[in-house]
């Protein structure tokens, strides 16, 4: 569905590393997408403000609503980051806030650490449908603490399923991370910057 964003992504990135040298993430990474929807012909409403709704950077002018990520691909899943859940007290509450969806569709702008240690600026497009991140499905158990400060007391909860691992991070403003097995993912495409 969005292979066509591919070419111009890759444009706007060579374009951004005629003067960044490190990866493009953020609003940097928001602006491009936003800029490739609008060439290959689906629309974005995204605006340079730093202001958007919870979950959703931009949506189409068919309403497909996207969140965007920069991941970070280690093995065989891409880590990426959530929402802040400390306005939700209780598992449970965090859990009914992630089964509203606010997007269809997270589009990331990955990388690789080695790579780019390497030298190498070396991007994946990947695109997940978040209807397959499930969380409030998921049997989450508590995280305890093995530092001498926390040791033995609740300092998050995880999941494990097949097709994710996710873990809410309580000294991180309660921040939901994600890491996405790649054969999950809608579509992947290979990125090289020269």
């Known amino acids: 569905m969005f292979e066509s964003l591919v070419p111009i992504t890759t444009h706007y990135l060579e374009k951004h590393h005629e003067l960044y040298s490190g990866p493009c993430k953020g609003e940097y990474g928001e602006e491009i997408l936003s ?15 730093s202001n958007h709704k919870s979950g959703i950077d931009q949506t189409t002018d068919s309403g497909i609503r996207i969140s965007n990520k920069s991941g970070s691909i280690t ?48 991007y994946y497009f990947i695109v997940i449908d978040s209807n397959k991140l499930n969380y ?10 093995k530092q001498s400060s926390t040791r033995g007391k609740v300092v ?23 890491k996405v097995k790649l054969d999950i993912c809608e579509e992947i495409y290979d990125i090289v910057i020269r």
């Open 136 to 145: 409030h499905e998921q049997q989450w158990k508590e995280k305890l603490g």
């Open 35 to 49: 800029k490739a929807l609008k060439d290959a012909g689906f629309g974005s409403d995204w605006k340079p403000d």
């Open 75 to 122: 093995n065989d899943s891409d880590s990426i980051s959530g929402s802040r859940l400390t306005k939700n007290n209780t598992l449970e509450d965090k859990l009914n806030f992630l089964s509203i969806k606010k997007e269809d569709y997270i589009l990331c702008l990955s990388t690789d650490k080695k790579e780019w240690e390497k030298g190498n600026k070396f």
């Open 156 to 178: 998050g909860w995880e999941c494990v399923c097949e097709e994710y691992y996710a873990d809410i991070t309580i000294s991180m403003s309660d921040q939901l991370w994600t």
